[in-house]
């Protein structure tokens, strides 16, 4: 296995410390500063192993243009606005997001754009296709953000959060690990000892779960970032990520890589693992340091409520035949809830400073388009 650097250095951990924590395998799989996933590829697109939103249609980002203008506005139009994206990918949401932008002089000349980014294959990648654009800085964190009116974007940035899982036993809850088999593969395992007093503060749904259950939990340090930063200093965060409304049991560490599914302890570095989202995490810990917490919904009722229809009919028309389809192809996967539509499986949380009642697209009483 020489050509699995890290899959030799976490056998190696194993060997040296004991079996290994979920948390800290994710992290090392992703992050690891050598051969971490997301420190050393461009992993998007056809040629990748995953495609986001912002890939799929410039629709995607525009919409999430004009839900920031109408942020701005409800903010009071403030002369100076930080506009902060979390994982930015190849820079395409943005870019698309800073086109639509440009139709409103005033906000476009208060924009300072801030890309939060850790792989520098995409911080290059993002770099050329932002280059025309003016007051753009790169930061590892978004503790490197400097104070200011911010309104956050983050889509698919929490999903890739280490987790910790627990399996529950007839004793209890206990942590689970990776461990190294007979055969010398990785293999699931569990701490030999529960979590003293871990079901105190567990959800009713999981805290009913039965024997063999799993329960993922994520910390809450960057959410609560979001939350104090945006409830101190104005403005809003937008969380848009696949997983669930509420918090349950239930096991989704997965590996993605070319498209589909992989096993995550097989070639540790060379796929993308991932963990669905606990909304209702997120929301109680938003809620918890005092910012105004908004939804959630999920994508396709979102988009829909902000004009993605009318702004695809608009495009249809003047496009040529085949483009139009590409289009209507498009709409349907944002916004389908069918097999292979993101409609339903990704969902969107606002998060805002206490004095803003209402987000678009966020509220039932909302009509689509009200962001434009």
Request: proline fraction near 7%.
């Amino acid at each position: 296995m020489t050509d699995q650097p890290l899959l030799n250095e976490i056998k190696a951990l194993i060997k040296s410390s004991g079996p290994m924590p979920v948390w800290r395998y994710m992290e090392l799989c992703l992050m690891h500063p050598r051969y971490g996933y997301y420190v050393s590829r461009d992993p998007l697109g056809r040629e990748g192993d995953f495609t986001t939103a912002p890939e799929v249609s410039q629709m995607f980002g525009e919409l999430l243009g004009l839900w920031t203008a109408s942020v701005w506005k409800q903010m009071g139009s403030p002369q100076f606005l930080r506009l902060i994206e979390l994982g930015p990918g190849r820079g395409t949401m943005m870019a698309d997001a800073l086109r639509a932008l440009r139709v409103l002089p005033p906000l476009y000349q208060a924009l300072h754009i801030h890309m939060v980014e850790v792989n520098p294959v995409l911080r290059e990648r993002q770099s050329a296709t932002l280059a025309n654009v003016r007051n753009i800085a790169w930061h590892d964190s978004i503790d490197e953000v400097p104070e200011g009116p911010s309104i956050i974007l983050a889509n698919e940035f929490f999903d890739v959060l280490p987790i910790h899982q627990m399996i529950r036993h007839e004793n209890g809850w206990h942590e689970r690990v990776i461990e190294i088999d007979p055969n010398g593969r990785l293999q699931f395992g569990a701490a030999p000892e529960p979590t003293p007093r871990f079901d105190v503060l567990l959800p009713p749904l999981v805290r009913a779960a039965p024997v063999g259950a799993v329960f993922e939990w994520r910390p809450d340090g960057e959410i609560m970032k979001l939350a104090t930063r945006v409830r101190d200093q104005d403005g809003a965060a937008l969380i848009i990520d696949y997983g669930h409304l509420r918090s349950d049991a239930g096991d989704t560490f997965q590996a993605i890589a070319r498209h589909t599914f992989a096993d995550p302890l097989k070639a540790p570095g060379q796929a993308d693992v991932t963990a669905h989202v606990d909304f209702q995490a997120l929301a109680r810990a938003a809620e918890d340091v005092g910012a105004r917490v908004h939804g959630p919904v999920t994508q396709g009722d979102f988009l829909k409520r902000i004009g993605i229809d009318t702004r695809a009919a608009a495009l249809m028309q003047k496009a040529a035949p085949e483009v139009a389809t590409d289009i209507s192809v498009a709409l349907k996967r944002l916004t389908d809830t069918g097999r292979g539509g993101m409609g339903s499986m990704f969902k969107v949380l606002g998060i805002s400073e206490p004095r803003l009642s209402g987000l678009a697209g966020l509220s039932d009483l909302e009509q689509a388009g009200e962001a434009s």
